[in-house]
């Protein structure tokens, strides 16, 4: 299995600007797919696009809703599932170890982050069981520290609705993705050391994603996942 990620060249997949074109226009189909925030990207340069998960769609919605290419990291087993391994690597995803730190892929995205690409990460590491927001890993600040780029935050909504876990198919539902204003790990510098500075600097990523997802919530007339299932239990 290889564990470098596509080359970084000055020209993109088609493939990949197809899915970019399409993808939304089919969500909308399904019953909706908006955008707020694009301003907060930047137009060029490196950085980290951090959003929350909850669905094996949430990559590919990423893909839609910018409008530059992006790396992912994705896990490591995927990329030992014949054709669809080599798929997702054509659409600039790279493997990484989940189980363990992964130095190679971390090199990678540092590599990738210093040529001037988007890297989407989840730091919340795997898609959230029940649509909550988990908690985030300093990995991502770690990273953005590495490479000497920005953290964008960005919040997803009804991902999971439409790509439920288990799911072969699109279901009906609307998407809405909102990106948050950048954040710099070199802001959070801590007389503690730079564990404590990038521990710092991850809850305030996580902290950005859960006001922006409470915010495209509120927007719905509905309550997020954690706040719907306290209700229930009452």
């Known amino acids: ?7 970084v060249r000055n020209w993109t997949w088609p493939h990949y600007w197809f899915l970019q074109f ?16 694009h301003e907060n990207v930047p137009e060029t340069g490196g950085a980290i696009i951090a959003a929350n998960h909850t669905s094996y769609l949430d990559p590919p919605a990423m893909c839609g809703a910018m409008r530059r290419r992006t790396y992912y990291f ?6 030992e599932i014949p054709i669809l391994g080599w798929i997702i690597r054509k659409y600039y995803a790279f493997p990484v170890d989940r189980e363990s730190v992964d130095r190679t892929a971390i090199r990678n995205a540092v590599k990738i982050l210093r040529a001037g690409e988007l890297l989407t990460l989840f730091p919340e590491g795997a ?35 439409v790509f439920p876990r288990g799911a072969w198919y699109l279901h009906r539902g609307k998407i809405a993705v909102r990106f948050g204003k950048a954040i710099d790990v070199a802001d959070f510098a801590s007389e503690e050391g730079a564990k404590a500075g990038m521990v710092a600097a991850t809850k305030a990523v996580m902290a950005s994603i859960a ?24």
Do not use: H, N, T, W
């Open 74 to 79: 994705a896990k490591r087993e995927l990329f």
């Open 22 to 37: 399409l993808l939304p226009k089919v969500l909308r189909l399904y019953g909706g797919f908006e955008v707020y925030g």
């Open 127 to 161: 898609r959230s069981p029940d649509g909550s927001l988990q908690e985030g890993s300093a990995g991502v600040a770690f990273i953005a520290k590495q490479a000497g780029v920005p953290i964008v935050p960005c919040a997803l909504k009804g991902v999971e609705v």
């Open 1 to 7: 299995m290889r564990k470098e990620p596509e080359p």
């Open 211 to 234: 006001k922006m997802r409470g915010e495209l919530y509120e927007k719905a007339g509905e309550a997020p996942p954690e706040v719907a299932g306290d209700e229930s239990d009452g």
